[in-house]
């Protein structure tokens, strides 16, 4: 069977519709502040639109019918197509002159990883920052769409068992639930975003910066409009707990958003994902004040900014915010962790590899697929011991399938050699053991703050541009769930069959 290759461009023309009309936004914003690149992003978002109405013409008479091969394709070079013209703002307005940095920051950004190779974002204007964070808010939601129409459809990474709770499509039946379950989350993402704007707006922040961090926060991003990040505001500490709240609700499943909102609270309480995610948080979060309390020196790791509230609120403050920001990924930093005893740099380095939950937009393996994991190790116990006994995974009080339990198994197999292989790569740029782990996990998971050189408190911007586009690949299959972006490098998927 011939690839569809008419469709697959009709999508991307559809894409580059999308991107730059926030374009366009985005030169609303620059308008309204004069910061002078007005005319610059006008004509780079005009660009974009045109481009893409130029591709959805010219194959606007493609054939309905999309197969697995052509929707891997739509996925991954979409994200790709989206990194590219998305690049453009950055280089028209020489915030970024380099193609191979403006990609970076743009796959970043749409990956909702964080990194950044900009030194100076105060001095950025201020359209080209509300671009930067509109990358995150569309990616954010682009992954939540992807992991609940399309993913389940391609059978990725154990997204079949998502699918099993979500009220969206089954793999059978795509039409008219995909559209439905996308508005719904759409509006749930919204609000969410509007929401943590005005809060923050209340709490002290201006409306740009807490328009903002609203979309980085939401999207589990972590671009700020501040060199220092969350940590300008460490001496207001209702910013920093509103900004946390909203990441915890960023790294739960969206659908259980929506079951809250129709009256099921109960329904979302009993998640089993969920209610790990919050002991996980909570775990954490205790182990690492108790340290910070008693052992480090918050003066050193948070900017010598003053402790307005005493030294135990000062150290569950930041035990909670680091915590939940590598958690779910997000990335913003109120602190350096680094500096927080050898003990709890690896405490953070491990949290890495966790992720929030399946269905949110958080990166990393995901909670759900850890608890499967480990239910199944112990399941191994019990099978060695009976061996004829039919021991199924339960999730959730239901048993799952056991093509589910290997899928999730290749899937953290493949992980932890990317990370490997990721790493290595990086130290063949003379880049030393630490900063290397650091940038794989962080890249891989979409994190942001790495360790080493590519610490919490310091930039991408000393990443050799062949790194900068390894970080970039790790980013895209990080945030694809591996198997989407790693089959097209197989030879059996280009053979018509």
């Known amino acids: 069977m011939k690839i569809n290759y008419d469709i697959i461009f009709y999508f991307f023309g559809l894409l580059l519709l999308f991107n730059g009309g926030f374009m366009l936004l985005a030169t609303l914003v620059s308008y309204i502040y004069d910061d002078g690149v007005t005319a610059n992003l006008f004509l780079s978002g005009l660009a974009v639109v045109l481009f893409g109405v130029i591709l ?10 999309m ?36 990609f970076f920051e743009t796959m970043s950004g749409y990956t909702t990883t964080g990194a950044t190779i900009i030194n100076d974002i105060e001095a950025v204007p201020k359209g080209v920052l509300f671009w930067r964070s509109t990358t995150h808010w569309i990616g954010g939601m682009g992954i939540i769409v992807l992991a609940i129409a399309i993913l389940p ?11 099993a709770e979500a009220p969206g499509p089954s793999a059978d039946k795509l039409h008219p639930r995909i559209t439905d379950t996308a508005k719904r989350l759409w509006l749930i993402y919204f609000g969410y975003t509007a929401a943590e704007t005005l809060l923050l707006k209340a709490a002290g922040m201006s409306f740009f910066d807490a328009i903002n961090h609203a979309m980085s926060t939401l999207s ?3 671009f700020s409009t501040k060199n220092a990040s969350v940590a300008y505001w460490n001496d207001q500490p209702l910013i920093q707990y509103i900004i946390i709240t909203f990441m915890f609700l960023a790294g739960t499943n969206f659908v259980l958003s929506y079951y809250a909102f129709k009256g099921k609270v109960q329904k979302a309480l009993r998640d089993e994902e969920l209610n790990w995610y919050f002991r996980f948080i909570v ?13 480090a020196d918050l003066s050193l790791s948070t900017l010598e900014h003053p402790m307005v509230l005493g030294k135990a609120e000062s150290a569950f403050r930041h035990a909670l915010f680091q915590v939940v920001t590598v958690i779910t990924t997000t990335g ?37 697929r850890h608890l499967i994991l480990i239910k199944n190790g112990f399941l191994e116990f019990k099978r060695a011991i009976h061996p004829n006994a039919v021991l199924p995974v339960r999730y959730n009080s239901k048993a799952i399938t056991g093509e589910v339990v290997y899928n999730i198994l290749g899937f953290f197999i493949l992980y932890m050699i990317s990370f490997i292989v990721g790493a290595l790569v990086f130290s063949m740029f003379e880049i030393d053991f630490k900063s290397a782990i650091g940038l794989s996990a962080s890249s891989l998971g979409n994190i942001g703050p790495a360790l080493g050189d590519f610490g919490p408190v310091n930039n991408f911007a000393a990443l050799p541009p062949l790194a900068q586009w390894w ?9 694809l769930e591996l198997f989407t972006v790693l089959i097209l490098l197989t030879p059996f998927f280009w053979r018509n069959r």
């Open 283 to 295: 775990s954490f979060t205790i182990i690492a004040a108790l340290i910070i309390y008693f052992r």
């Open 153 to 163: 459809l391609l059978g990725i990474g154990g997204m079949q068992l998502f699918t």
């Open 471 to 479: 970080a970039s690949f790790l980013m895209l299959i990080g945030r």
């Open 332 to 368: 913003f930093i109120t602190a350096d962790y680094t500096l927080w005893t050898p003990f709890l740099m690896v405490l953070f380095f491990g949290i890495m590899f966790l992720g929030g939950s399946a269905g949110s937009t958080s990166g990393g393996v995901k909670v759900m």
């Open 56 to 65: 959805m013409v010219a194959t606007k008479k493609h054939s309905k019918e």
């Open 220 to 222: 589990t991003g972590g």
């Open 67 to 102: 197969n697995k091969r052509e929707g891997y394709m739509v996925v991954t070079f979409g994200w790709i197509v989206m990194a590219v013209s998305g690049a453009l703002p950055y280089m028209v307005t020489e915030v970024i002159p380099s193609f191979t940095s403006a």
